[in-house]
């Protein structure tokens, strides 16, 4: 099992084109609170503790160890309206999202559509870490999204 662990991080974490990353709740957030106090825990009391070199790029970085010391609610919950319309619907989908669409920045300050994945890990009855995977899309006729190949 441990050589498998190590192969699937060397190979798809880490070479992977889709940003891959691990936050850890500095305090497990209960399920039992109302939604939009859980929102608010999630963006005060996540930080990232893992990411690849594809989600370190995309949110401006190209050292992932900065990134990683970083507090993490400034690259995935952010305060926009989206990006809380986001939370609450991964809080609401009983802590999983796919494939959520999301309008951010990138280094040049140019707007830039991502497809974000959610996947909360629940340990008695609290949200303790939460899986993300998020990819580049762009728009193409209308509100019709194509993937962006890396």
Not at 30 to 36: C, D, H, N, V
Not at 73 to 95: H, M, N, S
Not at 127 to 149: A, C, N, Q, Y
């Amino acid at each position: 099992m441990k050589q498998w662990l190590g192969e699937f991080h060397e190979v798809f974490f880490l070479r992977s084109s889709m940003g891959i990353w691990l936050g850890e709740l500095e305090i497990p957030l209960s399920i039992a609170l109302p939604a939009s106090h859980q929102v608010e825990h999630l963006r005060a009391r996540t930080r990232l503790t893992d990411c690849n070199k594809a989600f370190a790029s995309m949110v401006g970085h190209e050292d992932v160890h900065t990134l990683k010391r970083s507090q993490f609610q400034r690259y995935i919950f952010k305060l926009e309206g989206t990006k809380t319309e986001t939370l609450t619907k991964f809080v609401a989908q009983g802590y999983f999202l796919e494939e959520a669409i999301i309008c951010d920045v990138d280094r040049s300050g140019r707007s830039i559509y991502v497809a974000q994945s959610l996947m909360g890990i629940i340990r008695d009855a609290a949200v303790v870490r939460i899986w993300g995977m998020r990819r580049k899309v762009r728009v193409r006729r209308g509100s019709e999204l194509e993937r962006v190949e890396a």
